[in-house]
């Protein structure tokens, strides 16, 4: 699997040095391990149907990812993970509008639930702006509100009637000619 990714990742490296776009996505799974097939209980209150039903119980195990580099759009992504069982474990990275990328690492199990870190890469080559504590201090005018408003009288306008009525007159009643 590891080698298949390195290839996939090698040749998009190529193609980006070329100026194209590229992507790549692999799959593995969904399960592993044995399955089981079990008994579904049929609903309480609901008309038994005579024939059981089965469900199939199996450990969840699998692992993708792809990615996506298009210069022309400017869309750049990657997402990457992993299941084994209970536990997730992936990352996925997009470039911002600004040209930050952001990355997400995470993972999520039944002890700990859902957990992410959030990372941030500036761009290459970025402007820095100053602190916050560099810009000057805005100080908003406040207007005292007006003591008298006028009252506000709607302006009066006359039902519109257009000058010219059409007056519809069909050109012949005759039947359409067959062909």
């Known amino acids: 699997m590891e080698s298949i990714m390195k290839v996939l990742v090698v040749c998009g490296l190529a193609a980006l040095v070329g100026g194209q776009g590229s992507y790549y996505s692999s799959f593995t799974g969904p399960v592993s391990g044995a399955v089981d097939e079990i008994l579904v209980p049929e609903p309480a209150g609901f008309k038994k149907s005579g024939e059981p039903t089965y469900d199939y119980v199996a450990k969840p195990d699998y692992s993708f990812g792809y990615g996506v580099n298009d210069p022309e759009t400017g869309n750049t992504q990657k997402h990457e993970e992993t299941r084994d069982g209970d536990t997730v474990r992936g990352q996925y990275s997009v470039v911002e509008p600004d040209g930050t990328v952001r990355t997400v690492v995470y993972t999520a199990d039944p002890e700990n639930g859902f957990q992410a870190t959030v990372h941030r890469k500036p761009p290459v080559g970025s402007a820095s702006y100053p602190p916050p504590s560099v810009l000057p201090e805005y100080t908003p ?9 006028p009252e506000y009288v709607p302006e009066y306008r006359p039902e519109y009637t257009p000058e010219y009525t059409p007056e519809y007159v069909p050109e012949s009643a005759e039947a359409p000619a067959e062909y």
């Open 141 to 149: 005018e406040i207007v005292a509100p007006v003591s008298n408003p």
